[in-house]
């Protein structure tokens, strides 16, 4: 007896967009073994083989390829691997998402993914910043190379190496979303021309990107979920999220919940880039404090305390409360999450667009998005940004 027959085989639904696979974390992670099932608002009719569209293009090169930048730019002429075709229902999710031919679709799935999310908050249409050259984004979804980037026209994924194992960032989101970050503030901010000596325009992007890279993530309703029910909503404890970030196996979350402030950095992009990251990520956590407080769902001693010095007795105390209120009431937590997320979200969208890249500092990044933030964000940014010091207090 056959209950529900597939009908997407047989008759053409309504065009809703293309279906496809995503990891959102690699799925060597516990917890994350399994993709979700995705709806890209691109429609199978827009998508061709490759995949390939109007905005990008697959390309597979079927032998090893030296990365770009060490040699030549797009297009890549060399012979490539067969081009990968929809299934039946010209959908991707009867493809194996676990066959080598996959990851250029996954590759390919996760852009789109991350372009859907940011269209919504940014201020100025997204175009590709080497548009005037090349129309399209070429997506080079294996090259042997312990690295990933994105540049004049392309996105190039190597793979990483742990204990022998090989883990191609082609099934990476996070790495993928860092790297379509940077092409993201670019088309906002316009390529740098003359950058001047002491512009801090490198460490914002490694922020920002890292940032664009991390609410991209929690746009994944399964994400939110395992998150939330792993910390049995405590994102809610700054100290208990810091314990829980050390081991998190979402790197994006490990690397914004530092401690650091402008005065404990080094002139390295990466390292430079923390407290303003650090800063944004904090937002999010006390946002999300606020919306469970106005719910109900936690105490208001929580927005008084300072979370930083909880004693072990007060932090026991709000653990086990906050684990009550989630077991009762979930749906509050994911809302609040979701609100704190867009409020940040929006706010960075709106601020890129504003900035010189060529001249500009951390704390006018800072400003920035205090200005486009609404106004509970504005306060919460703010302050962050003056504990990280990447402002003074005004
Ligand atoms: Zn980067």
Not at 6 to 14: R, Y
Not at 39 to 67: C, N, Q, R, T, W
Not at 184 to 210: H, M
Not at 306 to 335: G, H, I, S, V
Request: hydrophobic content about 40%; charged content about 25%; aromatic content about 12%.
């Amino acid at each position: 007896m056959e209950l529900y027959p597939d009908i997407s085989l047989k008759t053409s639904a309504p065009a809703l967009g293309t279906r496809c696979w995503i990891f959102p974390q690699p799925p060597f992670i516990l917890g994350y073994e399994q993709p979700d099932r995705v709806l890209l608002s691109i429609l199978p009719d827009e998508i061709g083989d490759g995949p390939s569209d109007i905005l990008m293009y697959v390309a597979d090169p079927l032998f090893d390829k030296e990365p770009y930048g060490f040699s030549g730019l797009p297009p890549y002429r060399g012979p490539q691997r067969r081009s990968v075709r929809s299934g039946p229902d010209r959908h991707f999710d009867s493809l194996d998402p676990r066959s080598r031919d996959y990851l250029g679709v996954h590759a390919y799935a996760c852009i789109h993914f991350v372009l859907d999310v940011w269209r919504n908050y940014l201020a100025r249409p997204m175009h590709w910043f080497f548009s005037d050259l090349y129309p399209r984004l070429e997506i080079v979804p294996f090259v042997r190379w312990n690295n990933a980037h994105a540049g004049f026209g392309f996105i190039e994924l190597g793979c990483s190496e742990t204990g022998g194992e090989q883990s191609p960032y082609a099934l990476n989101f996070d790495t993928i979303a860092h790297e379509i970050g940077h092409l993201i503030t670019l088309s906002q901010t316009g390529l740098p021309g003359n950058l001047s000596r002491d512009a801090d325009f490198f460490p914002f992007s490694e922020a920002i990107s890292d940032s664009i890279s991390l609410i991209s993530f929690l746009h994944f309703d399964s994400a939110i979920d395992r998150l939330l029910r792993r910390t049995k909503g405590n994102l809610l404890l700054y100290n208990e999220l810091n314990r829980f970030a050390e081991t998190s196996p979402e790197t994006q979350i490990r690397l914004a919940t530092n401690f650091r402030r402008m005065s404990e950095v080094t002139s390295e992009a990466h390292d430079r880039s923390l407290p303003l990251l650090g800063a944004i990520f904090d937002t999010i956590v006390e946002l999300y404090h606020r919306e469970l407080v106005a719910s109900g769902c936690a105490d208001r001693r929580l927005l008084s305390v300072n979370l930083r010095d909880l004693t072990q007795d007060e932090f026991d105390w709000f653990r086990q409360t906050t684990a009550e209120a989630f077991r009762d009431r979930p749906l509050f937590f994911k809302l609040a999450l979701i609100k704190a997320r867009d409020s940040v979200g929006g706010a960075i969208g709106a601020a890129l667009h504003r900035l010189d890249p060529d001249t500009m500092r951390l704390g006018d990044a800072a400003l920035a998005i205090i200005s486009a933030a609404d106004l509970q964000a504005a306060a919460q940014l703010e302050e962050n940004f003056v504990w990280r010091e990447i402002i003074g207090s005004r």
